[in-house]
């Protein structure tokens, strides 16, 4: 499956300079709801990102909302498991949207559209251990870290992208004026 080329042909491929959610700085942005509002283009990340980790017996999948709602459900139904998500909490932190159970020992996979610095997804996972929740796997539609997370269970994306992202004060495009967009 060719990602990047869905999420140019979805129009979720942005260039210009943007705020990440770390409070990072980078050219690039995938915005990642533009492509999976097309059912069957989401229905087929979520396939193909399953089928990583077909060889795991996982009884539910998270993701952290809102980005991961989507992706965690369309997962979940190629695995043939229960489809979560956390909500933040108003406090820095993630909690499994009520309503939804973890039974301790529960095995789960993680899901993210994008991770970059892995705090997203880590509050999830977090908030999902909390409750008795087994980690098996993190998997990501793109991973923009250049390996600089370990969530200690494999990690698994189905797009590795070398993007520059910078702190503000190493900023280049801030130098050059080109005004920032939160997106
Ligand atoms: O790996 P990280 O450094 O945490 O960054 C990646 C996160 O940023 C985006 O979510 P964001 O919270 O911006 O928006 P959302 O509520 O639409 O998911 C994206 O969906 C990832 O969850
Ligand atoms: O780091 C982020 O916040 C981020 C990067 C990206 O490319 N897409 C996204 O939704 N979030
Ligand atoms: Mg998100």
């Known amino acids: 499956m060719d990602v990047l ?3 140019r042909r979805t129009g979720a491929l942005l260039e210009g300079h943007f ?6 700085h980078s050219p690039l942005f995938l915005q990642s709801a533009a492509l999976l509002q097309h059912p069957l283009y989401a229905e087929a990340v979520g ?13 539910f999948v998270i993701a ?11 997962v979940a139904k190629a695995l043939g498991a229960r489809a979560l998500f956390a909500e933040k909490d108003g406090g820095g932190g993630m909690v499994i949207r009520k309503g939804l159970t973890v039974n301790p020992g529960d095995r789960f ?3 993210e559209d994008v991770v970059t610095t892995g705090e997203s997804v880590r509050k999830a996972i977090r908030a999902a251990e ?10 990501a539609i793109v991973d923009r870290s250049k390996g600089r997370v370990d969530f200690g269970v ?10 520059p992202q910078y702190p503000e004060e190493a900023c280049p495009l801030c130098r050059e004026g080109v005004s920032l967009e939160e997106v």
């Open 5 to 7: 080329e869905l999420y």
């Open 19 to 24: 705020l990440l959610r770390s409070g990072l």
């Open 47 to 59: 396939e193909a990102l399953a089928k990583l980790f077909e060889e795991e017996r996982v009884d």
């Open 64 to 74: 952290p909302a809102i980005g991961g709602v989507v992706l965690s459900f369309v």
């Open 130 to 139: 909390a409750l008795g929740g087994v980690l098996v796997g993190v998997g």
């Open 109 to 111: 996979l993680a899901v």
């Open 154 to 163: 494999p990690f698994r994306a189905l797009l590795a992208l070398e993007v």
